[in-house]
Protein backbone atom coordinates (compact mmCIF):
# COMPACT_ATOMS: atom_id res chain seq x y z
CA UNK A 1 0.00 0.00 0.00
CA UNK A 2 2.14 3.19 -1.59
CA UNK A 3 -1.02 5.60 -0.37
CA UNK A 4 -0.59 9.03 -2.45
CA UNK A 5 2.81 8.66 -5.36
CA UNK A 6 3.83 11.72 -7.72
CA UNK A 7 6.11 12.24 -9.82
CA UNK A 8 8.50 13.95 -10.98
CA UNK A 9 9.86 14.84 -7.48
CA UNK A 10 12.03 17.50 -8.48
CA UNK A 11 11.56 19.81 -12.27
CA UNK A 12 12.98 22.24 -13.75
CA UNK A 13 11.58 24.19 -16.52
CA UNK A 14 12.13 26.93 -19.19
CA UNK A 15 9.70 29.43 -19.47
CA UNK A 16 7.18 28.28 -21.82
CA UNK A 17 7.98 25.24 -21.28
CA UNK A 18 4.79 22.31 -20.61
CA UNK A 19 5.15 19.46 -18.37
CA UNK A 20 2.34 17.07 -16.40
CA UNK A 21 2.61 15.89 -13.19
CA UNK A 22 1.47 12.76 -11.98
CA UNK A 23 -0.61 11.40 -9.14
CA UNK A 24 -1.67 7.94 -8.08
CA UNK A 25 -3.65 6.76 -4.99
CA UNK A 26 -4.19 3.07 -4.35
CA UNK A 27 -6.61 3.66 -1.51
CA UNK A 28 -10.13 3.48 -3.69
CA UNK A 29 -10.61 7.35 -2.46
CA UNK A 30 -13.19 9.20 -4.90
CA UNK A 31 -11.92 12.79 -4.17
CA UNK A 32 -8.47 14.22 -5.17
CA UNK A 33 -6.96 17.31 -5.14
CA UNK A 34 -3.78 19.39 -6.43
CA UNK A 35 -2.27 22.12 -4.36
CA UNK A 36 0.41 24.70 -4.55
CA UNK A 37 2.48 25.71 -1.20
CA UNK A 38 4.55 29.24 -1.48
CA UNK A 39 6.27 30.34 1.64
CA UNK A 40 3.76 32.53 4.07
CA UNK A 41 1.18 31.42 1.63
CA UNK A 42 -0.24 27.49 3.15
CA UNK A 43 -1.66 25.48 1.22
CA UNK A 44 -3.45 26.57 -1.83
CA UNK A 45 -6.02 24.80 -3.40
CA UNK A 46 -5.69 24.39 -7.83
CA UNK A 47 -7.67 21.95 -9.14
CA UNK A 48 -10.25 18.95 -7.35
CA UNK A 49 -12.08 15.59 -8.25
CA UNK A 50 -14.87 14.95 -6.29
CA UNK A 51 -15.36 11.98 -8.79
CA UNK A 52 -13.83 9.65 -11.49
CA UNK A 53 -14.96 11.98 -14.57
CA UNK A 54 -15.55 15.30 -12.49
CA UNK A 55 -13.19 18.39 -12.17
CA UNK A 56 -13.52 21.55 -10.79
CA UNK A 57 -11.47 24.62 -10.08
CA UNK A 58 -10.38 25.79 -7.09
CA UNK A 59 -8.64 28.54 -5.60
CA UNK A 60 -5.74 29.59 -8.16
CA UNK A 61 -6.27 27.40 -11.41
CA UNK A 62 -5.07 29.81 -13.95
CA UNK A 63 -2.59 28.74 -15.78
CA UNK A 64 -3.26 24.76 -14.94
CA UNK A 65 -5.21 22.29 -16.70
CA UNK A 66 -6.04 18.71 -14.45
CA UNK A 67 -7.43 15.03 -16.06
CA UNK A 68 -9.07 12.76 -13.98
CA UNK A 69 -7.88 9.84 -15.79
CA UNK A 70 -9.39 7.39 -13.73
CA UNK A 71 -10.24 6.70 -10.27
CA UNK A 72 -6.35 6.34 -9.45
CA UNK A 73 -4.85 8.88 -10.71
CA UNK A 74 -5.00 12.87 -11.46
CA UNK A 75 -2.54 14.62 -13.49
CA UNK A 76 -1.69 18.71 -13.31
CA UNK A 77 -0.66 19.68 -16.48
CA UNK A 78 1.24 23.13 -17.19
CA UNK A 79 0.79 24.49 -21.02
CA UNK A 80 3.45 27.01 -21.01
CA UNK A 81 5.62 27.55 -17.50
CA UNK A 82 6.13 30.91 -16.14
CA UNK A 83 7.96 32.04 -13.21
CA UNK A 84 5.27 32.59 -11.20
CA UNK A 85 4.53 28.59 -11.10
CA UNK A 86 7.57 27.74 -9.40
CA UNK A 87 6.23 26.26 -6.47
CA UNK A 88 6.02 22.63 -4.50
CA UNK A 89 3.08 20.86 -5.94
CA UNK A 90 1.27 18.33 -3.45
CA UNK A 91 -1.46 15.91 -4.33
CA UNK A 92 -4.09 14.72 -2.12
CA UNK A 93 -6.86 11.90 -1.78
CA UNK A 94 -9.76 12.14 0.40
CA UNK A 95 -10.52 8.80 2.87
CA UNK A 96 -13.82 8.67 5.12
CA UNK A 97 -14.35 11.82 7.44
CA UNK A 98 -12.75 14.00 5.09
CA UNK A 99 -9.08 13.77 6.51
CA UNK A 100 -6.83 14.03 3.55
CA UNK A 101 -3.96 11.70 2.64
CA UNK A 102 -0.72 13.70 0.56
CA UNK A 103 1.77 12.35 -1.47
CA UNK A 104 5.89 13.55 -1.29
CA UNK A 105 5.51 16.39 -3.16
CA UNK A 106 7.08 17.91 -6.73
CA UNK A 107 9.21 20.95 -6.52
CA UNK A 108 9.25 22.69 -9.64
CA UNK A 109 11.52 25.97 -10.67
CA UNK A 110 10.58 27.73 -13.85
CA UNK A 111 13.25 29.97 -15.04
CA UNK B 1 -18.03 30.79 4.11
CA UNK B 2 -15.72 28.93 6.09
CA UNK B 3 -12.21 30.12 7.13
CA UNK B 4 -9.26 29.11 9.79
CA UNK B 5 -6.48 31.32 11.81
CA UNK B 6 -3.56 30.28 12.92
CA UNK B 7 -2.81 33.26 14.74
CA UNK B 8 1.11 32.49 15.61
CA UNK B 9 3.86 32.28 12.34
CA UNK B 10 6.32 30.45 14.80
CA UNK B 11 5.98 28.72 18.11
CA UNK B 12 9.33 28.21 20.15
CA UNK B 13 8.90 25.62 23.05
CA UNK B 14 12.08 23.98 25.01
CA UNK B 15 12.11 20.29 25.02
CA UNK B 16 10.09 18.86 28.26
CA UNK B 17 7.79 21.61 28.51
CA UNK B 18 4.18 21.84 27.63
CA UNK B 19 3.24 22.87 24.07
CA UNK B 20 -0.45 24.75 22.35
CA UNK B 21 -0.34 25.56 18.81
CA UNK B 22 -2.93 27.90 17.95
CA UNK B 23 -6.13 27.75 15.92
CA UNK B 24 -9.53 29.36 15.72
CA UNK B 25 -12.31 28.97 12.89
CA UNK B 26 -15.57 29.86 11.53
CA UNK B 27 -17.86 28.10 10.35
CA UNK B 28 -21.53 28.65 9.10
CA UNK B 29 -22.83 24.85 10.15
CA UNK B 30 -20.92 22.65 12.74
CA UNK B 31 -17.31 21.91 11.57
CA UNK B 32 -15.18 19.05 10.77
CA UNK B 33 -11.15 20.25 12.27
CA UNK B 34 -8.16 18.57 11.23
CA UNK B 35 -4.54 18.63 12.16
CA UNK B 36 -1.44 17.83 10.15
CA UNK B 37 2.47 18.23 10.12
CA UNK B 38 4.94 18.87 7.88
CA UNK B 39 8.39 17.74 8.13
CA UNK B 40 10.90 19.46 5.94
CA UNK B 41 10.52 18.34 2.23
CA UNK B 42 8.13 15.62 2.91
CA UNK B 43 3.78 16.04 2.36
CA UNK B 44 1.62 16.46 4.84
CA UNK B 45 0.73 14.06 7.53
CA UNK B 46 -2.82 13.65 9.08
CA UNK B 47 -2.44 14.24 13.05
CA UNK B 48 -5.66 13.97 14.36
CA UNK B 49 -9.57 15.15 13.73
CA UNK B 50 -12.81 16.12 15.27
CA UNK B 51 -16.19 15.35 14.00
CA UNK B 52 -18.36 14.91 16.70
CA UNK B 53 -18.14 13.54 20.30
CA UNK B 54 -15.77 13.77 22.84
CA UNK B 55 -14.21 17.75 22.75
CA UNK B 56 -10.92 16.10 23.63
CA UNK B 57 -9.35 14.64 20.79
CA UNK B 58 -6.44 12.30 21.00
CA UNK B 59 -3.73 12.10 17.61
CA UNK B 60 -0.66 10.43 16.76
CA UNK B 61 2.68 11.00 18.51
CA UNK B 62 1.37 11.79 21.78
CA UNK B 63 -0.65 15.13 20.70
CA UNK B 64 -4.08 16.09 21.61
CA UNK B 65 -6.29 18.80 20.18
CA UNK B 66 -9.31 20.21 22.35
CA UNK B 67 -12.75 21.54 20.83
CA UNK B 68 -13.93 24.36 22.02
CA UNK B 69 -17.10 25.61 20.47
CA UNK B 70 -18.10 28.49 22.13
CA UNK B 71 -14.25 30.08 21.16
CA UNK B 72 -14.54 28.44 17.88
CA UNK B 73 -10.82 26.85 18.57
CA UNK B 74 -9.15 23.68 17.98
CA UNK B 75 -5.69 24.45 19.83
CA UNK B 76 -2.95 21.34 19.40
CA UNK B 77 -1.18 20.08 22.10
CA UNK B 78 1.35 18.45 23.96
CA UNK B 79 2.39 17.91 27.67
CA UNK B 80 5.98 17.23 26.96
CA UNK B 81 7.76 18.56 23.70
CA UNK B 82 10.28 17.08 22.10
CA UNK B 83 12.76 18.14 19.27
CA UNK B 84 11.81 16.60 17.07
CA UNK B 85 8.45 17.84 17.35
CA UNK B 86 9.83 20.71 15.32
CA UNK B 87 8.16 21.11 11.91
CA UNK B 88 5.30 23.16 10.65
CA UNK B 89 1.54 22.32 11.54
CA UNK B 90 -1.38 22.92 9.75
CA UNK B 91 -5.25 23.15 10.91
CA UNK B 92 -7.98 22.57 8.12
CA UNK B 93 -11.80 23.18 8.50
CA UNK B 94 -14.84 22.16 6.79
CA UNK B 95 -18.12 23.12 7.65
CA UNK B 96 -20.48 20.29 7.17
CA UNK B 97 -23.14 22.46 5.87
CA UNK B 98 -21.08 23.61 3.10
CA UNK B 99 -18.45 22.71 0.66
CA UNK B 100 -16.68 19.28 1.27
CA UNK B 101 -13.34 21.07 0.11
CA UNK B 102 -11.16 21.74 3.72
CA UNK B 103 -9.69 25.42 4.08
CA UNK B 104 -6.19 25.38 5.63
CA UNK B 105 -4.69 27.63 7.69
CA UNK B 106 -1.18 29.39 6.80
CA UNK B 107 0.72 26.93 9.07
CA UNK B 108 2.55 27.38 12.15
CA UNK B 109 6.64 26.30 12.41
CA UNK B 110 6.85 25.03 15.79
CA UNK B 111 10.70 25.28 16.78
CA UNK B 112 11.53 23.07 20.07
CA UNK B 113 14.33 23.98 21.58
CA UNK B 114 16.57 21.34 23.10
Known amino acids: NAGVTQTPKFQVLKTGQSMTLQCAQD?????MYWYRQDPGMGLRLIYY???????DKGEVPNGYNVSRLNKREFSLRLESAAPSQTSVYFC??????????FGPGTRLTVL | AQSVAQPEDQVNVAEGNPLTVKCTYS??????LFWYVQYPNRGLQFLLK??????LVKGSYGFEAEFNKSQTSFHLKKPSALVSDSALYFC????????????FGRGTSLIVHP
Open chain 1, 92 to 101: ASTGGYNEQF
Open chain 1, 27 to 31: MNHNS
Open chain 1, 49 to 55: SASEGTT
Open chain 2, 27 to 32: VSGNPY
Open chain 2, 50 to 55: YITGDN
Open chain 2, 92 to 103: AVRDTGGSYIPT
